[in-house]
Nanobody, 124 residues
Framework: VQLQASGGGLVQAGGSLSLSCAAS????????LGWFRRAPGKGREFVSALSRGGDIAYYADSVKGRFTISRDNAKNAVFLQMNSLKPEDTAVYYC??????????????????WGQGTVVTVSS
């Protein structure tokens, strides 16, 4: 499974960005998909995760109400819509896939494959 994240960039506080992650693999619809981020000088942090059917979504408290995760199984893609961005959202954002797909997890250790990351910078 290969994951390719895109859509990062520079945006002012209060603005929006939409991240995309394209995946290979014939069993994409059976994967749980997640987004994580790593801010400068900090560890990797859970952002959001989505069940294989798209009916169960988890969010970090810090992004709840501002970010929305979605997926398009026909296109083998997962998205992260980020609104009302804050400077503290500045990070490298990574998409990840859990090929077991039986439950939705917040722990990075549950995810088997990772994209290369896309940089999001929010200016104040």
């Amino acid at each position: 499974v290969q994951l390719q994240a895109s859509g990062g960039g520079l945006v002012q506080a209060g603005g929006s960005l939409s991240l995309s992650c394209a995946a290979s693999g014939r069993a994409f619809s059976s994967y749980v998909l997640g987004w994580f981020r790593r801010a400068p000088g900090k560890g990797r942090e859970f952002v959001s995760a989505l069940s294989r059917g798209g009916d169960i979504a988890y969010y970090a408290d810090s992004v709840k109400g501002r970010f929305t995760i979605s997926r398009d199984n026909a296109k083998n893609a997962v998205f992260l819509q980020m609104n009302s961005l804050k400077p503290e959202d500045t990070a490298v954002y990574y998409c990840a896939a859990d090929i077991d797909g039986s439950s939705v997890y917040r722990s990075a250790s549950r995810y088997d494959y990772w994209g290369q990351g896309t940089v999001v910078t929010v200016s104040s």
